[in-house]
């Protein structure tokens, strides 16, 4: 399945829950971001570094704040302004004056892509607002005056207008006559050096709000945070009862936050999403946990313990809690290998007329002879001839002794041109090892992939260990069919299943 192969391309580190403390993974940003008040603004041109001082475009900012903006394109000049303040800033001039008396910007405004840029810093200075450069994350901070208050969270969803284009400027133009310029004081030849410092950091005021979170919803085998902004998860894993703590500092809700929130304010922010098709997760809980720093706290109720993986990808703004199903300690694993139909029931016939049953045979003794010298593995075959046991017979089987994992092997048939490998799970605890498998079952067939689908089968539905069901390829399809049929596909495919086995218990 396409979106789950998506995932393997993103940074991710394995968690137990014996561990403890857990740190997040984040993946690689590629783009600076630039935050105003807890919310992600779209400029058209990112903030960007020039001289060790950190630019943003000063429009979609400023603007956002309530700011008047204004764009003299003879002048060459912009305007910040509302009732109380007027900064006036020109091209590649680096004093500005704010309220009429001149200031030294450190750097000139410069523009881009018909965006003026302006250093952080100065913004910061000249409105008297709090901003940060936060490198790690390649992130630029804004705070409004009015969201410095810890327990403001009065904040407008809003897309930005324009992403910060100031006025119409035709490229290269250059004939704005100079003498309208306004004078320079003199600043200009006396400016001081570069700044030995790195721009505008300004980190000795953590901000309070860096992310609202949107939604949090559960997915098969993963509880997702949709963020907007910055969010720096802290997880710890607890015992009695079994649960994983996520601690988001700085975030808040967002006004629209889903599941909504509790509508009296005596109940206070807080919710909890239940969850009922998980072999661990019972319920996901959510509240504010602490006002000051404002931190939100999201606990993963389990009813056992189970592995977790975070994944926090900053670029799609989507926090991801992964469950997986832990992998028993121990030095030997049962497994049971499932040839389908036989005996009785032969199965699909294929268009040569061979039956499907020999095919299913075929693979799994393939598997018994690869994995036999395995003293890790005990491998458990519901047939190894052509006789019939009923799909309760398989089920009890597999559940009685205690398998780990249970692989049923067929092939299919449909339509003359329905052709490709497939695999199917039915639990949610089966999802991880069908995606595993499949993955390497479509390498070793090199047939069409369709992917990993859920569907009720007996063997897979009524057994309890993750269980999956394979179908190699349709025997109804003249292309598939003669493959089915090499020696070739079969070793490939038997080797494949052995890996897949090894794979899920961690044993390669
Ligand atoms: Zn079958």
Do not use: C
């Not at 200031?103 to 901003?131: A, C, E, H, W």
Request: avoid cysteine; aromatic fraction near 6%; proline fraction near 7%.
């Amino acid at each position: 399945m396409k979106k789950w192969t998506s995932l393997l391309f993103v940074a991710i580190v394995m968690l137990f829950l014996s561990t403890g403390m857990a740190h997040a993974a984040t993946t690689v940003q590629l783009k600076p971001k630039l935050i105003l008040d807890g919310k992600t603004l779209q400029p058209k041109v990112p903030p960007v570094i020039i001289d060790n001082f950190v630019m943003v475009p000063v429009r979609i900012v400023t603007e956002n704040m309530g700011y008047t903006v204004n764009y003299d394109n003879k002048k060459k000049q912009v305007t910040v302004s509302d009732d109380s303040t007027e900064v006036r800033m020109t091209l590649n001039k680096a004093t500005a004056y704010v309220d009429g008396s001149a200031q030294t910007m450190g750097i000139s405004p410069q523009i881009k892509s018909n965006n003026v840029l302006i250093p952080l810093r100065f913004l910061g200075d000249s409105l008297d607002i709090q901003v940060m450069w936060d490198n790690r994350i390649k992130a630029a901070f804004v705070y409004s005056s009015g969201n410095t208050n810890p327990g403001n969270t009065d904040v407008s969803d809003t897309k930005p207008p324009e992403g910060g284009m100031i006025g119409n400027l035709p490229g290269g133009q250059g004939n704005g006559s100079d003498d309208t310029v306004p004078p320079e004081d003199g600043m200009i030849g006396n400016l001081p050096d570069k700044p030995t410092d790195p721009g505008p950091v300004l980190p000795s005021v953590p901000p309070q709000v860096a992310g609202h979170i949107q939604e949090v919803r559960y997915e098969p085998e993963a509880v997702v945070l949709k963020y907007d902004g910055l969010v720096t998860p802290s997880v710890t894993s607890l015992d009695f009862p079994k649960r994983v703590v996520v601690d988001l500092p700085s975030a808040d809700f967002n006004t629209n936050f889903l599941p909504a929130l509790p509508a009296d304010p005596a109940l206070g922010k807080q919710g909890e999403l239940l969850v009922s098709d998980h072999p661990a997760l019972t319920k996901v809980r959510y509240s504010l946990y602490a006002d000051n720093p404002r931190t939100l706290r999201f606990v993963l109720d389990l009813n056992q313990p189970w592995d977790y993986t975070i994944l926090n990808n900053t670029t799609t703004g989507e926090l991801r809690i992964e469950l997986k199903q832990p992998v028993p300690d121990k030095s030997l694993f049962t497994v049971v290998l499932d040839a389908g139909h036989g005996g009785s029931d032969p199965g699909a016939r294929g268009i040569s007329g061979h039956w499907e049953k020999e095919f299913n045979l075929i693979i799994v003794r393939k598997v018994q002879a690869l994995l036999a010298n395995d003293d890790r593995i005990k491998l458990v075959l519901t047939r190894s001839g052509d006789t019939y046991p009923s799909l309760d017979d398989r089920v009890n089987l597999a559940n009685s002794i205690g398998a780990d994992l249970f692989i049923s092997v067929h092939a299919n048939s449909y339509y003359a041109s329905t052709n490709g490998t497939e695999t199917y799970y039915t639990r949610a605890n089966s999802l991880s090892f069908a995606k595993l498998m499949h993955s390497l079952m479509v390498q070793a067939t090199g047939l069409k992939d369709n992917g990993v689908r859920q569907a009720g089968f007996k063997v897979i539905k009524y057994t309890t260990m993750p269980a999956i069901l394979l179908e190699a390829g349709y025997l109804s399809n003249k292309v598939d069919e003669p493959r089915l049929w090499t020696a070739a596909l079969q070793d490939r495919v038997a080797a494949a299943i052995a890996n897949g086995i090894k794979q899920q218990l961690k044993l390669s």
